[in-house]
């Protein structure tokens, strides 16, 4: 007998299963599982499963003061099965994060920051005597568990006078530490994303990829993508959401879809600010954001799934196999109109949204 069977299930593609879970992983997944469960959940006819909803990109040490939040009210309480914290703490503070969020429902992760206190600052990468080596390769090494990648913030407000030197830096902490992986913040210039981008190679992710900022992707001039950010994205740069209080435009996101550019990943930079008051809410509301503008509903769930997933080398999760962790995601596609709002205040109006109901971790059930 199984702990939990999953019945009358189909994938957001139209696929119909049942999946069985037992001690925390999928243990089977078929047409019909004959075996019963301890617990068994069926799905109502308009209900969708996926494997749990990954946001790669949010900020949830509860104890800063600049960007926090708290894991489950970003995570399981949204649909969200899986969060990493992307460089709110530093190496001398990440294991307090670490402790913090071992109490969490949901799966927390962290990509350090390459200064050593994280964003306790807004300019975190101004003075480069934090940003230490030594002191990020013993975070990883003590906890090689949690810490997914670094991070480094590459806007006018965070570097200062350093202009491209701290992300500079932090490729070199990169290498040093196994290619592990790397997200860029991009935004305001100094420095000019064309020299970010000439550093990032094939798997390094540049977040905040559709922001409306003079130096972000879009020409404003021409009204087209800029060359230098098509090469990028053809050698393989990552290029992922990131919606946050800034850092999402519908125009841009419109004219590179237009041009045949996708983003890679569907992230959030969630914190508390911007879940109470907005633009970003919740990841189900970015998720509506992005299939106005064009992106069908199986490539959203790829995006926020197995992409995810396969960057930051998270080898259990992301997709619905045998073997991989027992984290769900349940959601229904809504027929009704909702006012969506981007980061510069431009509204749009969705006809259709996507709404979780219930989110699986390990194989427990929690309602939306």
Known sequence: MYDLVIKNARTIEGTRIEIAIQNGKIAAIGEKIPESGKKELTLAENQYLSAGWIDDHVHCFE????????PDEIGVKKG?????????????????FY?????AKTNVYALVNISKFGIVEQDELADLTKVQSRLVA?????????ILGIKARMSKTVIGENGIKPLEMAKVIQKENGDLPLMVHIGSNPPELVDILALLDEGDVLTHCFNGKPNGILDQQTDRIKDFVWEAYKRGVVFDIGHGTDSFNFHV????????MKCDSISTDIYIRNRE??????????????????????????????VPAKNFHLTTKGQLKVGFDGDLTIFEIRNEEQELVDSNGHKRIAQ???????TIIGGVIYDN
């Open 63 to 70: 104890e800063m003061t600049l960007y926090y939040d708290y």
């Open 80 to 96: 969200v099965t899986t969060v990493i914290d992307a460089g709110t703490t530093g190496a001398e503070n990440i294991g307090r």
């Open 99 to 103: 402790e913090l969020a071992q109490a």
């Open 138 to 146: 013993e975070a990883l090494a003590k906890y090689p568990d949690f």
């Open 253 to 260: 996101s419109e004219v590179a879809l237009q041009e045949g």
């Open 277 to 306: 008051k907005g633009p970003v809410y919740n990841m189900a509301t970015t998720l509506d954001k992005l299939h106005l503008v064009g992106y069908s509903w199986p490539e959203i769930i790829q995006r926020i799934t197995t």
């Open 352 to 358: 259709e949204v996507i709404q979780p109901v219930k």
